[in-house]
């Protein structure tokens, strides 16, 4: 069960558990490190649609779980040029990443992915 606590640990614990129930199964990848991830994929918002952003576009959310379970290669837990593979197989780029903080603690990372 998940930890209902209004801590960090309490929303990573959250955000798995929302993830296991809802997510989908990925893999990050940098350079020849990969880390297998569930994820949420949702299609851009209209209001995104701007510059290079189109409708191929989509947002994800991770949980930091996997990569600090991980060999992922730190300090920055995702970054613009990373990859995101969908289960399908398709390799998507990733182009904004965002890192949500509550204190010092990683909580979540969300994505803008494209290509």
């Known amino acids: 069960m998940a930890d209902l606590s209004d801590t960090p640990a309490g929303l990573i614990s959250r955000l798995d558990d929302a993830l296991v129930n809802h997510g989908e199964d990925a893999t990050l990848k940098r350079g ?3 880390v297998p991830v569930r994820a949420s994929i949702r299609p851009v918002r209209p209001e995104q649609l701007a510059g290079i952003v189109d409708e191929t576009f989509n947002n ?3 949980s930091p779980t996997q990569l600090n379970a ?3 290669p730190t300090p ?3 970054k613009k040029g990373d ?3 969908e289960a399908s197989g ?5 182009e904004f990443p965002k ?8 909580v979540r990372i969300e994505l803008l992915v494209g290509g």
């Open 70 to 72: 991980s060999a992922w």
């Open 60 to 62: 994800v959310v991770l």
């Open 99 to 106: 890192h949500i903080r509550v204190g010092n603690t990683l």
């Open 76 to 78: 920055i837990a995702v």
């Open 90 to 94: 398709k390799e998507r780029t990733v």
């Open 32 to 34: 020849a490190t990969s």
């Open 83 to 85: 990859k995101f593979v």
